[in-house]
């Protein structure tokens, strides 16, 4: 099956950090383009993290920049998201995104998510 | 990059058609050609609807339609179904390997 699983999420400090996996089956995560988008309790969407297939190239939405950090390991076929300095604004379900079609800029396969929640 | 607009909630009864707009900036919707839409159920993953502003994915019934017109993309469903009755959010490239998204519509089946 084609799926995207997240896993790492829970209950953090404000000023903490956590670390998001999104480990991808039934393809080749290594051949897509990927990114991460949250959402916040009750509210919308929120596009937050880009990264090329190879992983060298990497873009972020203005409130993560220097916090959060993108990565992953195609041979392990798993995409990776670090959190740091969180704030309690940073409350989330974090979903992983696939970039899909010939030329990609739509998201084609979502992960079920990972809530984390900043409370102290 | 603030979120596109749409409008919080829209309505209608089954078989009726439902419009839902999306309005952007000239750095979005209008420059690029690359809107998508997602379907959302409570406490379910997204699901991409259209892509390319007026693409469908396979499996996604052709009730479901997208258009755009300068800085104003729209999602229209043909032929409302109670399984309609969802969260429905458009998405814009904005250059520079970014997106955006917008505000979220409640689709409600009278």
């Known amino acids: 099956e084609v799926q995207l699983v997240e896993s790492g999420g829970g209950l953090v400090q404000p000023g903490g950090s956590l670390r998001l996996s999104c480990e991808a089956s039934?393809?080749?995560?290594?051949?897509?383009?990927m990114n991460w988008v949250r959402q916040s309790p009750g509210k919308g969407l929120e596009w937050l993290s880009y990264?090329?297939?190879?992983?060298?190239?990497?873009h972020y939405t203005a409130s993560v920049t220097g916090r959060f950090t993108v990565s992953r390991d195609n041979a392990k076929n798993s995409l990776y998201l670090q959190l740091n300095s969180l704030r309690v604004e940073d409350s989330a379900i974090y979903f992983c995104a696939r970039e899909g079609g010939v030329a990609g800029f739509n998201f084609d396969l979502w992960g079920q998510g990972a809530r984390v929640t900043v409370s102290s | 990059q603030s979120a596109l607009t749409q409008p919080r909630s829209v309505s209608g009864s089954p078989g009726q058609s439902v419009t839902i707009s999306c309005t952007g900036t000239s750095n979005d919707i209008d420059y690029y050609e690359y809107v998508s839409w997602y379907q959302q159920h409570p406490g379910r993953a997204p699901r991409l609807l259209i892509y390319d502003v007026t693409k469908r994915p396979s499996g996604v019934p052709d009730r479901f339609s997208g258009s755009k017109s300068g800085n104003t993309a729209s999602l229209t469903i043909s032929g409302l179904q109670i399984e309609d009755e969802s969260d429905y959010y458009c998405?814009?490239?904005?250059?520079?390997?970014?997106?955006?998204f917008g505000t979220g519509t409640t689709v409600t089946v009278l």
């Open positions: 990264i090329n297939a190879g992983g060298t190239k990497s």
């Open positions: 039934g393809f080749v995560l290594g051949n897509h383009e």
């Open positions: 998405c814009s490239y904005a250059g520079s390997y970014t997106y955006v």
